[in-house]
T-cell receptor
Framework: AQSVSQHNHHVILSEAASLELGCNYSYGGTVNLFWYVQYPGQHLQLLLKYFSGDPLVKGIKGFEAEFIKSKFSFNLRKPSVQWSDTAEYFCAVKAGTASKLTFGTGTRLQVTL | NAGVTQTPKFQVLKTGQSMTLQCAQDMNHEYMSWYRQDPGMGLRLIHYSVGAGITDQGEVPNGYNVSRSTTEDFPLRLLSAAPSQTSVYFC??????????????FGSGTQLSVL
């Protein structure tokens, strides 16, 4: 069965610092990978997704993620975070032809001024 | 086009009571699902459906029932509420197939407390 690990539970950064959030999945076949963001008091929104092709995918608000198949990873990055990026970030995987989407436990990002 | 609509937004139950969380979407999405969100545990899939008349269990199905009689609606039933079911519940839906980009759209959530 597919599973997702997010090892960073709580990250605190100053504005303008660079961000990298880790995501590893376990599934040996073809996967679709996603990052979702949940701003305080809101529901989840899609940040970016990888289906196939270029392993470096760009999403909204300057976020990007790189799919490294050999490492089963899909880390999220942003060169310079803003206070408004304070949110919880969830990595998710859909394995092969399965319908369901499995989420990681989330990483809470706190950006200080 | 309302997207994914969940009701109620808040609910307090006593142990043993039953209730149904409603979820409706107007995008003709085949896939619908229910997640619960708990601190430190992320989102865990309760049940999901790939079309009317078809449902399947997720990671944490015990204590919950679902049905999918129409494409639009996917209610989640708690038959006998327990304090362990205190959580925030999210309904989510998407189309199936490459053309839809398989983007999962979430409702605004239901905060449930079981006393």
């Amino acid at each position: 069965a597919q599973s997702v690990s997010q090892h960073n539970h709580h990250v605190i950064l100053s504005e303008a610092a660079s961000l990298e959030l880790g995501c590893n999945y376990s599934y040996g076949g073809t996967v679709n990978l996603f990052w979702y963001v949940q701003y305080p008091g809101q529901h989840l929104q899609l940040l970016l997704k990888y289906f196939s092709g270029d392993p470096l995918v760009k999403g909204i608000k300057g976020f990007e993620a790189e799919f490294i198949k050999s490492k089963f990873s899909f880390n999220l990055r942003k060169p310079s975070v803003q206070w408004s990026d304070t949110a919880e970030y969830f990595c998710a995987v859909k394995a092969g032809t399965a319908s369901k989407l499995t989420f990681g436990t989330g990483t809470r990002l706190q950006v200080t001024l | 086009n309302a997207g994914v609509t969940q009701t109620p937004k808040f609910q307090v139950l006593k142990t043993g009571q039953s209730m149904t969380l409603q979820c409706a979407q107007d995008m003709n999405h085949e896939y619908m699902s229910w997640y619960r969100q708990d601190p430190g545990m992320g989102l865990r899939l309760i049940h999901y459906s790939v079309g009317a008349g078809i449902t399947d269990q997720g990671e944490v199905p015990n204590g919950y029932n679902v049905s999918r009689s129409t494409t639009e609606d996917f209610p989640l039933r708690l038959l006998s509420a327990a304090p362990s079911q205190t959580s925030v519940y999210f309904c989510a839906s998407r189309g199936i197939g490459v053309a839809t980009n398989e983007k999962l759209l979430f409702g605004s959530g239901t905060q449930l407390s079981v006393l």
